[in-house]
């Protein structure tokens, strides 16, 4: 079945750093792609999403890329803020029935 | 503003107790979805509804229970034959089956 990857936390990094974290999808078709976000203690928020090949989503300084020839959608931001501490979920969406597919988390912290 | 809540906030219960939890959307989404999340980990799915009237078990559906009687309503009744039911509860909704998914805030349940 679908499944989706993604590089284990916690990630630490200081204010301003650059942020990547890596997420891979296997999935049969062409997916929809999405990360969400979750602050502590709430829900998830849907961050940016892609839904073909070469698409890039972007929102608040966060950019991921549809990379289907290495089945990929690594989230990026430029400069990270303390306030950007929080856990982050990459997903798919298949096209032949099956429900959302998280990944397992990343949670990342951002000391000032 | 539309949106989903989930009621209440926080609940407490003793061991042995059914508990239902709220999830209401007025986002005229067809689809709606029950997760569970223990502490460190992702979401699992517990039930979902494609439409009213219409559900289907996820990965964890023992011990819960749900009913769709209502396109804007979702309740989740948590059983006493669930064996670990303190956890952190996610409600969604999509559009569509397969659609990107929004969020309510959660129910954080603790049972004693």
């Known amino acids: 079945g679908d499944s989706v990857t993604q590089m284990e936390g916690p990630v630490t990094l200081s204010e301003e750093a650059f942020l990547t974290i890596n997420c891979t999808y296997t999935?049969?078709?062409?997916?929809?792609l999405f990360w969400y976000v979750q602050y502590p203690g709430e829900g998830l928020q849907l961050l940016l999403k892609?839904?073909?090949?070469?698409d890039k989503g972007s929102n608040k300084g966060f950019e991921a890329t549809y990379r289907k020839e290495t089945t990929s959608f690594h989230l990026e931001k430029g400069s990270v803020q303390v306030s950007d501490s929080a856990v982050y979920f990459c997903?798919?969406?298949?096209?032949?029935?099956?429900?959302?597919?998280f990944g397992p988390g990343t949670r990342l912290s951002v000391l000032p | 503003d539309g949106g989903i809540t989930q009621s209440p906030k926080y609940l407490f219960r003793k061991e042995g107790q059914n508990v239902t939890l709220s999830c209401e959307q007025n986002l005229n989404h067809d689809a709606m979805y029950w997760y569970r999340q223990d502490p460190g980990q992702g979401l699992r799915l517990i039930y979902y509804s494609q439409i009213v009237n219409d559900f289907q078990k996820g990965d964890i559906a023992e011990g819960y229970s749900v009913s769709r009687e209502k396109k804007e309503s979702f309740p989740l009744t948590v059983t006493s034959a669930q064996k670990n039911p303190t956890a952190f509860y996610l409600c969604a909704s999509s559009i569509e089956d397969n659609y990107e998914q929004y969020f309510g805030p959660g129910t954080r349940l603790t049972v004693t």
């Open positions: 892609a839904t073909k090949a070469d």
């Open positions: 999935a049969t078709g062409y997916p929809s």
């Open positions: 997903a798919l969406s298949g096209n032949y029935g099956q429900n959302f597919v």
